[in-house]
């Protein structure tokens, strides 16, 4: 029931539905003229909505830089390549068109040219930013909630890194959300998407404060996904299926869910995060393993809080049948919940650890010491 003391604001402007693309030239010319359009490596060309949003970019009269390349689970250097590119073309406004990594990638290049300081400075925290370029942003991937949240995550081998930068200056300016560009997600990546919204949900739900309404819409959230998650997995054309989908996904991170908290949790996604990095995991995949080993480790501590959250989603209030289902849920999707199943044995066990430890993960609310993440990674093996 207690609402914490909270600052609710989100300043970006959601366009969605079928053919919100249409007005973007309009809505990108009044941030300037000089665009730089960033991409991933192959699906927005394959599946012309690069053309479409270029066509759209070309009619309203702008000038076009593209940087493309951007891969998932997303590197600083590629982010340090786009930043060199945006200065020489005195770029002052970028389009992103993808799913989180180059919407994520898109919001440090913009922070990066705007403040003339390098990208991974920002990412550990060292630099405050004072500015950033506009960003509009094209979603073809309904997970993150990167699309109208302040948030991004970034690789970084040299340091051994995968990391999360927050700041009000990340929020995208306008962010289009048209169901029809995520029809060609394939399967397993729709199912990640839906994994990693519920986790994000769970994420809120798990933080400090307790706020009736928002535990309530929290719920209703991940229901909705489960929903008609399974249903998208066998239709995935079906663009109202993508739609719902979509709105649960931005609903779930674009602040709605942390009103009347302090904070959310996270330690989950820390955890997921170093298993990118160890082994290029998609993340939703990393979150439906580290979950149902992080409830087996809180369910002595804090039972009722999952009773309450098994009771709304499952109408039980037994922890091990909560978790059991919640576990079934995202195994029926056909994402992983043990790390075997995504080809990595038990004699990666130390090197997990180890990594985990060495960044010391831990949650905001519920924290994590090195016993708990050895006794996580044993639940995640077996
Ligand atoms: O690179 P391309 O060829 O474009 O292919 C991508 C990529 O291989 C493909 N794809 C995207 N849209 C498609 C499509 N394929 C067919 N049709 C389409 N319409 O999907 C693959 C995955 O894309 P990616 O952008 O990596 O996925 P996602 O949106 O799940 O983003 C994941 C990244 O976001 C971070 C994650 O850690 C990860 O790095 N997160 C960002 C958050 C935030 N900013 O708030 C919160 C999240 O918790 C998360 O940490
Ligand atoms: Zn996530």
């Known amino acids: 029931m207690t609402i914490e003391n909270f600052i609710a604001y989100n300043p970006t402007r959601l366009h969605f539905g079928k053919g919100v693309t249409d007005t973007i030239g309009k809505t990108v010319k009044q941030y300037g003229n000089n665009v730089l359009l960033v991409y991933g490596k192959g699906s927005a060309k394959k599946y012309g909505y690069y053309e479409k949003v270029l066509g759209q970019l070309a009619k309203a009269g702008l000038n076009i830089r593209e940087y493309h390349g951007i891969k998932p689970n997303p590197v600083v250097d590629d982010v340090r390549k786009a930043v060199a590119l945006g200065k020489a073309n005195n770029i002052d406004v970028l389009v992103a068109l993808g799913g989180g990594s180059v919407i994520d990638s898109s919001k440090i290049i913009g922070l990066s040219i705007a403040n003339n300081i390098d990208p991974w400075e920002f990412m550990t925290w060292r630099a405050e930013p004072e500015k950033s370029i506009p960003l509009v942003t094209v979603l073809t991937l309904a997970a993150t909630g990167t699309e109208m949240n302040a948030a991004a995550v970034l690789q970084n081998h040299e340091t051994g890194h995968k990391l999360g930068f927050v700041n009000p200056l990340l929020f995208p300016k306008d962010s289009f959300l048209d169901p029809s560009f995520t029809v060609t997600v ?43 998650g399974p249903q998208l997995l066998n239709d995935l054309q079906n663009v109202d299926l993508r739609a719902n989908i979509m709105l649960d996904a931005t609903l779930a991170l674009n602040g709605f869910t942390s009103y009347g908290k302090k904070n959310g949790d996270w330690g989950v996604h820390g955890l997921g995060h170093e298993l990118s990095f160890l082994y290029d995991l998609p993340h939703g995949a990393t979150l439906s393993i580290v979950y149902p080993a992080w409830l087996r480790l809180q369910k002595t501590r804090i039972p009722q ?78």
């Not at 990693?196 to 706020?211: M, R, S």
């Not at 080809?343 to 831990?362: A, F, R």
Request: charged residues 25%.
């Open 305 to 382: 809080r999952i009773q309450k959250l098994g009771e709304g989603l499952f109408g039980t209030t037994d922890l091990e049948e909560i978790i059991q289902k919640l576990e079934a849920f995202f195994s029926s999707l056909g994402s992983p919940i043990r790390i075997a199943e995504t080809g990595i044995d038990t004699s990666k066990k130390k090197e997990i650890l180890k990594q985990m430890n060495k960044n010391e993960v831990s949650g905001m609310h519920h924290a994590l010491n090195n016993e708990d993440r050895a006794r996580l990674v044993e639940m995640m093996m077996s």
């Open 186 to 228: 394939p399967k397993d990546y729709t199912a990640y998407g839906i994994v990693d919204l519920i986790a994000h949900a769970l994420e809120a739900f798990f933080g400090c404060g307790e706020p009736s309404i928002i535990d309530r819409i929290t719920i209703a959230i991940i229901k909705d996904a489960m929903e008609w």
